[in-house]
């Protein structure tokens, strides 16, 4: 069995399989930017690696939602890949009085696209919300080591790019 980093190796334009994720707290109830979700939310995308269900290219974990782009191999639906991803950190807001909403937000990605925007709006979304001062890491922000290896220089050499309200380069 192909392992995902082999059938998807990291470059800064997506591949084919790779797809964004939206996961959403019931009724938008914030409570996921907590250190112990964070640390949990970090074992549950390394695991996802692991068992080869997906490869997690980008993430952030913010107050009532989560993003990602994964990696999911042919074998794999999409779809499941969010719900295992719900399931395993279902226990995890439960002890914080939370749920996932019923529904999740998943679409592909074009492959060849350029990568970085989507990156650089995953990297800056705590700060824009307001969970961290700039300078700051973000516990809650996940970007694979060869992904990290091309964005991690542009992502710190930077300044925000301007941005018009509402605007996500990941949205449909």
């Keep these: 069995m ?7 190796p990291s470059a800064r334009v997506f591949g084919p399989g790779c797809h964004a994720f939206t996961l959403r707290t019931r009724r938008g109830r914030p409570g996921l930017a907590v250190p112990p979700m964070c640390a949990e939310f970090q074992a549950t995308l390394h695991l996802l690696g692991l068992e080869g269900m997906a490869r997690v290219r980008t993430a952030v974990l913010l107050g009532a939602e989560l993003h990602l782009v994964a990696a999911v191999p042919d074998r794999m639906p999409p779809d499941q890949v969010g719900l295992i991803l719900q399931g395993r950190l279902a226990p995890s807001l439960a002890r914080l009085g939370l749920a996932w909403a019923a529904e999740m937000s998943r679409r592909p990605l074009p492959a060849g696209a350029d990568g970085y925007p989507t990156f650089r ?30 964005f991690g220089p542009l992502a710190l050499a930077q300044p925000e790019p301007a941005q018009g309200p509402g605007e996500s380069p990941v949205a449909a």
């Design 121 to 150: 709006y995953f990297y800056r979304a705590p700060y824009r919300a307001g969970l961290a001062p700039e300078g700051q890491s973000w516990a809650g922000y996940h970007c694979a080591a060869g992904d990290w290896r091309w």
């Design 2 to 8: 192909d392992s995902p980093s082999s059938v998807f």
